[in-house]
């Protein structure tokens, strides 16, 4: 019997989150058991040709791949950023996809993949969390088939990179974060803080790019995409970092903190707000203030191994 963690992985597939899928399909410590896709990072259609693509480059097995929310469940989320490029995957210029998606909603695959499963399942939630609250409105008793959800979002100490306080994914849809987040599941929570540690130097995503390794040859070549818009001379591995730490928790700093997302505000909405007061300083009904573990810091060679090392080339690190 393999000892592989079976896992769901909800992303928005622009180029953070390919990273991620070449890390979570590459690595022998995961069970990919679907991947559904939600619009955030590119338009909901472009989101899943980008999945589709990138499983088609690196020859992955048949994974079911499900269509999800194309929208935030209030108001209109945030516009797709420029930094991912006109295909939202860093212009890489992939040949379209072979392989087609499920014909049922990613919400309704979700529940069926769950309800199926034997055991829990641990969810590695990349994107704005639409998908995942409309499963918990809709469906709540398949939370108990929910093992754990490492989600990358919000902000621990760091400013925010939608707006000053709020960072992309909570802020596209703060009250789907709030069913999420509020709603009393196990949560590991990977904020921006621990997504700037990991990167790779553009002389290392160059020599990924050069790779014999199809799945390094995209990351090399997304790395110096982002090279180029950021005139920057590395290139963060992002929300691959998120995935990297489910795969090797020891590598991750975690603490225990009661959080809300902020709804309201003209500049606030979208936050993630952590009381590091005292318990004895709080003055409000714990119930409201859910605890979630926060990934506040990790190692970052530890990463950047882990992560060279499972696109098979752990030769191009320069340390």
Not at 96 to 106: C, G, I, L, Q, S
Not at 268 to 279: E, K
């Given at each position: 019997m393999?000892?592989?963690?079976?896992?769901?992985?909800?992303?928005?597939?622009?180029?953070?989150?390919?990273?991620a899928l070449l890390?979570a399909?590459?690595?022998?410590?995961?069970?990919?058991?679907?991947i559904?896709?939600?619009?955030?990072?590119?338009p909901?259609?472009?989101?899943?040709?980008?999945?589709l693509?990138?499983?088609?480059?690196?020859?992955?097995?048949?994974?079911?791949?499900?269509?999800?929310?194309?929208?935030?469940?209030?108001?209109?989320?945030?516009?797709?950023?420029a930094?991912?490029?006109?295909?939202g995957?860093?212009?890489?210029?992939?040949p379209?996809?072979?392989?087609?998606?499920?014909?049922?909603?990613?919400v309704?695959?979700?529940?069926?993949?769950?309800?199926?499963?034997?055991e829990?399942?641990?969810?590695?939630?990349?994107?704005?969390?639409s998908?995942?609250?409309?499963l918990?409105?809709?469906?709540?008793?398949?939370?108990?088939?929910?093992?754990?959800?490492?989600?990358m979002?919000?902000?621990?100490?760091?400013?925010?990179?939608?707006?000053?306080?709020?960072?992309?994914n909570?802020?596209?849809?703060?009250?789907?974060?709030?069913?999420?987040?509020?709603?009393?599941?196990?949560?590991?929570?990977y904020?921006?803080?621990?997504?700037?540690?990991?990167?790779f130097?553009?002389?290392?995503?160059r020599?990924?790019?050069?790779?014999?390794?199809?799945?390094?040859?995209i990351a090399?070549?997304?790395?110096?995409?982002?090279?180029r818009f950021?005139?920057?001379?590395?290139?963060?591995?992002?929300d691959a970092?998120?995935?990297?730490?489910v795969?090797?928790?020891?590598?991750?700093?975690?603490?225990?903190?009661?959080?809300?997302?902020?709804?309201?505000?003209?500049?606030?909405?979208?936050?993630?707000?952590?009381?590091?007061?005292?318990?004895?300083?709080r003055?409000?009904?714990?119930?409201?203030?859910?605890?979630?573990?926060?990934?506040?810091?990790?190692d970052?060679?530890?990463?950047?191994?882990?992560?060279?090392?499972?696109?098979g080339?752990?030769?191009?690190?320069a340390?």
């Open positions: 393999s000892s592989a963690l079976p896992v769901l992985l909800d992303v928005d597939t622009g180029g953070d989150d390919a990273l890390l399909m590459a690595s022998p410590a995961l069970d990919v058991r679907g559904t896709c939600v619009e955030g990072n590119c909901l259609e472009q989101v899943v040709v980008n999945t693509t990138l499983l088609d480059a690196i020859g992955a097995p048949p994974v079911p791949v499900a269509v999800g929310m194309n929208g935030s469940i209030i108001d209109d989320g945030l516009p797709p950023p930094l991912h490029g006109s295909d995957m860093g212009d890489l210029g992939l379209k996809p072979r392989r087609n998606a499920v014909d049922v909603h990613a309704e695959f979700l529940r069926r993949t769950l309800a199926d499963a034997r829990p399942l641990t969810m590695i939630c990349l994107a704005p969390l998908n995942i609250a409309m918990l409105r809709m469906y709540p008793q398949i939370a108990e088939k929910i093992a754990r959800l490492y989600v979002g919000g902000t621990y100490a760091s400013p925010g990179n939608a707006t000053p306080a709020a960072e992309f909570i802020r596209c849809d703060p009250e789907a974060a709030a069913i999420v987040l509020h709603g009393g599941l196990p949560v590991t929570l904020p921006l803080d621990p997504f700037m540690q990991v990167w130097t553009e002389s290392e995503a020599a990924l790019a050069e790779s014999t390794s199809a799945s390094a040859r090399g070549g997304i790395g110096l995409h982002y090279c950021f005139g920057a001379e590395y290139s963060l591995i992002g970092g998120t995935v990297a730490a795969i090797d928790p020891e590598g991750a700093t975690v603490e225990r903190w009661p959080m809300r997302v902020e709804l309201s505000g003209s500049e606030t909405r979208g936050a993630t707000v952590f009381d590091r007061r005292s318990a004895r300083q003055d409000y009904d714990d119930a409201l203030w859910k605890g979630l573990d926060v990934v506040t810091e990790v970052a060679p530890r990463y950047r191994r882990l992560m060279a090392s499972a696109l080339a752990a030769h191009v690190l340390e």
